[in-house]
């Protein structure tokens, strides 16, 4: 994705690493070209796909038992030795988590057993797992509305109950990443988890962050903050750890306070607005942006912003929607004060609510769209041209059954009222069809 774009996005969970396996070598070389028609004839195997970086990502069927995953990842491995010498990497993934098949027998075994038991523990949302020097590295997230410190002592079991015993690296983050806990210590952090369940109870959190040395807890009310204050002060008297303590749902410059806190007393009772930031551009320009969870709020929060005085104050009010029930934006929608500040949310909305689309990113210059995995770009691009602004750089990108594909563009083009084979970008790999079925149905919806 282009850099310097003007919008700001929000920003979707990377997890872990990925290892490479290396099939291994034989005389002569062998080509991975069947390789996805086998893997696909597996029993075991619901969907199989090429990925970007050439690899293969495999969707287990959700009737295999957490104790048969060893044996399938373990028929699988062998599978890619018999087909290829080429480097392929599998990346296997069973109900929410997902791993790599890497090393020899034992630690494909170990890995696949160790997914197994992480396979017992409720309210992930999707994880990765790997192992690492003999420890075992995983980084999940939780499902909506599940808290991060509330799964990580289950988790932190799991992983002992498995095969690779050389200590845990562990992360998880609520669905929208704004809150996690990240440790390598979990028993120690128990005090800590209880605190933060303690806060909870007390008033809503805003967001926090916890790992092995410090806690950031931001409460969403000086009341709330106040609330808590004793158990957390109790907290780091208990432990060696950094503690900071805040409440707001607004950050902004220092030289900003006075009008974050007449923006926040507007945002802040508004229920579903989940932050808010004032941002510097330049010496004098400054810049809002509004996160919420649906559009409705985000419409709310836009009509009670243009009540106030204040907003005149910003040179773009910025809102980003976050997806309901998985990581990420759903809209993302940057507008200039002199155009009201309000119609790219309009375009931006109404396109992310077309068929096939899954994420829309809309700006004064830019216009970035993410489609369903499977989605016929063709029958999206007169909602797209009907958002398109002439002039816009678009790029519309694909995804894959197990998340958004951001970093391949499909198409890339300057909004034109007509387009032409030789003025839109395509990425290696896209179907010369889909590409003419785009502009044809391009061209067909009504002018600009």
């Given at each position: 994705m282009r850099e310097n774009r003007g919008i700001v996005r929000g920003a979707a969970l990377l997890l872990g690493g990925v290892i490479a396996v290396t099939a291994l070598a034989g005389c002569t070389a062998r080509k991975p070209e069947n390789l996805e028609a086998q893997v696909a004839e597996d029993p075991a195997v619901s969907s199989v796909e090429e990925a970007a970086d050439g690899g293969y990502e495999i969707t287990l069927d959700d009737s295999i038992a957490p104790a048969d995953l060893a044996e399938v990842a373990g028929r699988l491995g062998d599978l890619?030795?018999?087909?290829?010498?080429?480097?392929?990497v599998l990346r296997l993934r069973a109900a929410a988590w997902q791993w790599t098949?890497?090393?020899?027998d034992d630690d494909v075994t170990d890995l696949a057993q160790a997914v197994g038991e992480l396979a017992g523990v409720d309210g992930i949302l999707q994880g990765k797992v790997w192992s690492d020097g003999g420890a075992l590295g995983i980084e999940a997230v939780a499902e909506a509305g599940v808290d991060p410190a509330a799964v990580i002592t289950p988790l932190a079991a799991a992983a002992a109950a498995g095969p690779i015993d050389d200590g845990v690296r562990l992360k998880v983050s609520d669905v929208h990443e704004r809150s996690s806990v990240e440790t390598?210590?979990?028993?120690e952090l128990k005090p800590a988890l209880e605190t933060i369940a303690v806060a909870a109870a007390a008033g809503a959190i805003q967001k926090y962050t916890l790992e092995d040395d410090s806690l950031t807890l931001r409460m969403r009310t000086a009341e709330g903050a106040q609330a808590v204050a004793p158990e957390v002060d109790a907290l780091a008297a208990e432990l060696p750890l950094d503690v900071d303590l805040s409440s707001g749902i607004m950050t902004a410059p220092q030289l900003q306070d006075d009008l974050a806190a007449r923006l926040s007393a507007i945002l802040t009772p508004i229920?579903?607005?989940?932050?808010?930031s004032i941002d510097t551009h330049g010496p004098k320009a400054l810049h809002l942006s509004v996160t919420t969870t649906d559009a409705e709020t985000?419409?709310?929060a836009q009509q009670a912003?243009?009540?106030?005085?204040d907003l005149q104050a910003f040179n773009s009010l910025q809102l980003f929607v976050l997806q309901q029930d998985e990581p990420g934006t759903l809209i993302t929608a940057?507008?200039?004060s002199d155009e009201g500040y309000v119609s790219n949310f309009?375009?931006?909305?109404?396109?992310?609510e077309t068929d096939g689309v899954r994420s829309v990113a809309l700006g004064p210059l830019e216009l970035d769209v993410v489609l369903d995995h499977g989605a016929d770009a063709a029958k999206v691009a007169p909602a797209v041209k009907a958002a398109a602004l002439r002039d816009q750089e678009a790029e519309i990108f694909g995804s894959t059954s197990w998340g958004p594909v951001t970093d391949r563009t499909l198409f890339s083009f300057t909004v034109l009222g007509k387009l032409h084979q030789n003025v839109v970008k395509v990425s290696a790999g896209t179907p010369d069809g889909d590409v003419q079925g785009f502009i044809d149905a391009w061209n067909d919806a009504p002018g600009l």
């Open positions: 890619a030795e018999s087909v290829t010498d080429d480097d392929v098949l890497a090393g020899d390598q210590d979990p028993a229920e579903g607005v989940v932050g808010a985000a419409a709310t912003l243009l009540a106030s005085a940057k507008t200039m309009d375009r931006a909305l109404g396109l992310a």
